[in-house]
């Protein structure tokens, strides 16, 4: 079975500065990952994913995240930050054994308001 | 851009009676998901569906739960008998096989 661990329930940062949305996961298998934004009273949409390949992945909205293995990391982060990211932040894992077959639940971390100030 | 649309957005019941939670995934995606969030917590895997049975459920999903793709174009959760605990948001997800999931809005179920 899979875990994920945002360390950071809340994370505040100034209007135009960077910020880093961490995320660890555990596996015994390799394994896909997400991260999704969830504005308020929205559902979740997907920022970007990791499946294979590259391991700096870009996403939507200027976001990107950068898959560790050693690490076993996949930090969310970008450069400069709008007010309209204030939303909650998951990191996601999905164990990629079963070859893609798309059956897999996705394990969800707890997840990291991202608060920003003017 | 295709959807997964979820009715009702919010719906209110009473504790002990069944309610059916409806969603309509994207036409050409081939596995279905429910999640739930409880107010404040992480979002929980219920259950994935997939050539009209049940791939994989987690331990959440016990015998209240059961879901249903009743006519080729909808996805269905029903919780047979609700608790109080059964109140949160259910998401319901589509993918095809290279995990392209999307998420529906959710639907807010509160259980009086």
């Known amino acids: 079975a899979q875990s994920v661990t945002q360390l950071d329930s809340q994370v505040p940062v100034f209007e135009e500065a960077p910020v880093e949305l961490r995320c660890n996961y555990s596996?015994?298998?390799?394994?896909?990952l997400f991260w999704y934004v969830q504005y308020p009273n929205q559902g979740l949409q997907l920022l970007l994913k990791y499946l294979s390949g590259s391991t700096l992945v870009k996403g939507i909205n200027g976001f990107e995240a950068e898959f560790n293995k050693s690490q076993t990391s996949f930090h969310l982060r970008k450069p400069s930050v709008h007010i309209s990211d204030t939303a909650e932040y998951f990191c996601?894992?999905?164990?990629?054994?079963?070859?893609?077959?798309?059956?897999?639940?996705?394990?969800f971390g707890k997840g990291t308001h991202l608060i920003i100030q003017p | 851009e295709p959807e997964v649309t979820q009715t009702p957005s919010h719906q209110v019941t009473q504790m002990g009676q069944e309610v059916i939670l409806r969603c309509v995934p994207i036409?050409?995606?081939?596995?279905f998901y429910w999640y739930r969030q409880i107010l404040g917590q992480k979002v929980e895997f219920l259950v994935s569906?997939?050539?009209?049975?049940?791939?994989?459920k987690s331990e959440i999903f016990d015998d209240q739960f059961s879901v249903e793709r009743p006519d080729g174009s909808n996805f269905t959760l029903k919780i047979r008998s609700t608790k109080l605990e059964d109140s949160a948001m259910y998401f319901c997800a589509s993918s095809q096989a290279t995990y392209g999931y999307t998420f529906g809005s959710g639907t807010r179920l509160t259980v009086v």
């Open positions: 996601a894992v999905s164990e990629s054994h079963r070859g893609g077959g798309g059956a897999d639940g996705l394990t």
């Open positions: 569906f997939y050539n009209n049975e049940i791939s994989e």
């Open positions: 036409s050409n995606h081939l596995y």
């Open positions: 596996s015994s298998v390799s394994v896909y």
